[in-house]
């Protein structure tokens, strides 16, 4: 889940500095195409919801701060990932358009593969638990029209808490050992009844992990750079229950990582992905959504394959 903290790798006992290797992969894991069509409202008003993910994510090019691969024989990532999500909309009103809510998501790492091509002397994952996320927010009700809803959104202030595993001597952990805060705005705006287009913007600030990574040595703390990301999708109905459509993700690291204060340059993240969806809607309690991503541009960070099945159920 969080392929984020690859700094210093050993080879033949010599320790190996690259630009990123010693210097990136340090934001914390942040919604990256895990949600896309219809994101601006709740599919179906007040009450408890559970969503379900299933992903896997693939790559071998780990990219570096020019977007070249790191200097290793090998660089294969495999991770699969199972997310819990419960959302409760509540009856409580905010003024006569706005409702209240609550959501809660747990991931853990069921599956993690790291291959070096030196016996993981370089890179050292694990799987497990990833961290606590939290977030309030406020749905606004959906602008009508008059052939159905034109406009929907939602504010949500989202706070990770790390309560994931996390081991100083590893560089891949699936927590991230320090609070960031990730709030979003999501929005959905209906073209006509079929086709819709939908985006949620974040702006995540980190705060100080107080024990950081090995490759840091003696360093008391560090703390990530800020970032925005955002998702983004479109689709068209093709029946009222099937929707087929264009869903993507962006990421960019906006100031530098900084080890007790001092920035460190080079070592800002980003990347961008596209690919195809899927809806379908068994009923307006009941949907299940596919996509694929497919990373480009990646620096600082792996560039891949993001596959995920995720399903929506209203109680």
Do not use: C
Not at 257 to 262: L, P, R, S
Request: hydrophobic share 35%.
């Amino acid at each position: 889940m969080k392929n984020n903290v690859i700094k210093r790798g050993f080879l033949a006992g010599t320790v190996v500095l690259t630009a990123v290797a010693a210097q990136a992969y340090d934001l914390p894991t942040v919604n990256l195409g895990m949600t896309s069509f219809l994101d601006g409202g709740l599919p179906a008003g007040p009450g408890w919801y559970s969503q379900t993910y299933l992903q896997n994510y693939d790559s071998n090019k780990l990219k570096d701060n020019q977007a070249h691969r790191l200097a290793l024989p090998k660089t294969d990532l495999n991770y699969q990932v199972i997310v819990e999500q419960v959302s409760y909309l509540s009856d409580v009103r905010v003024g006569e358009h706005v409702s209240l809510g609550l959501n809660v998501l747990i991931p853990f790492v069921s599956k993690m593969d790291m291959d070096d091509g030196l016996n993981n002397a370089a890179i050292k994952a694990q799987g497990g638990f990833g961290d606590l996320m939290i977030g309030p927010f406020i749905q606004f009700d959906p602008v009508m029209g008059k052939d159905g809803p034109k406009f929907v959104q939602r504010f949500e202030f989202q706070v990770n808490l790390p309560t994931g595993k996390y081991d100083q001597n590893k560089n891949i952990n699936p927590g991230n050992n320090a609070v960031s805060f990730d709030p979003y705005w999501a929005a959905t705006y209906w073209f006509n009844p079929k086709w819709t287009v939908s985006t949620r913007l974040h702006y995540l600030y980190n705060f100080k992990n107080d024990d950081p990574n090995y490759s840091f040595g003696l360093a008391d703390d560090i703390q990530a750079g800020q970032a925005i990301h955002a998702n983004f999708a479109t689709d068209y109905a093709l029946t009222p229950q099937l929707r087929l459509g264009i869903n993507g993700y962006w990421l960019k690291q906006i100031t530098d990582t900084e080890v007790e204060g001092e920035k460190l340059t080079g070592t800002r993240e980003q990347v961008w992905a596209i690919g195809p969806g899927a809806m379908y809607s068994f009923s307006k309690h009941d949907h299940i959504v596919t996509n694929a991503y497919f990373e480009q541009d990646a620096k600082n960070r792996p560039e891949g394959t993001r596959l995920q099945l995720r399903y929506i159920h209203h109680f």
